[in-house]
């Protein structure tokens, strides 16, 4: 351990929410878009039937929103933590992915599942618009 991180512990702290910023986003945005854009597609090429690939997507979907919904929250306050702003990218872009989370699954009793595809396609977009903004604790330059 170094001096400065053995010191204060501040150093080893900042490093903490770095990686739990990091790994959050790479967890949520990228369990959302390796299913919709490689595995659904996927099996969809290995000749698998429809009624079954609509299967596996009607149970992977709310799991994946569900973690989605969760690790947006948990970033949430860790930006709430920070007291960033309102006006501030990622916190409208996660603010939007709970909106989009928490309509995907009020909308899942209705007839038409376009509506839970759109809002799951609004949470992957949202997911790679804050994917390309700095973490929090990066300084803009």
């Known amino acids: 351990m170094t001096e400065p991180a053995a010191g204060s512990g501040l150093p080893a702290r900042r490093g903490a929410g770095r990686i739990a910023w990091q790994l959050l986003l790479t967890l949520w945005v990228g369990a959302v878009w390796s299913l919709h854009f490689i595995l659904l597609p996927g099996l969809q090429q290995m000749g698998l039937a429809p ?3 609509d299967e596996a997507a009607s149970v992977l979907r709310p799991s994946v929103m569900l973690i989605t919904v969760a690790a947006a929250s948990v970033q949430l306050f860790q930006l ?9 990218l990622r916190v409208q872009m996660l603010i939007l992915v709970l909106m989009a989370g928490g309509a995907f699954f009020a909308l899942r009793l209705q007839d038409n599942p376009l ?21 929090p604790d990066e300084v803009r330059g």
């Open 80 to 88: 709430a933590v920070r007291r960033v702003g309102w006006s501030d």
């Open 51 to 53: 009624l079954l690939i």
């Open 115 to 135: 509506y839970g595809i759109f809002c799951y396609l609004v949470v992957a977009f949202a997911g790679l618009v804050l994917a390309v903004q700095p973490r």
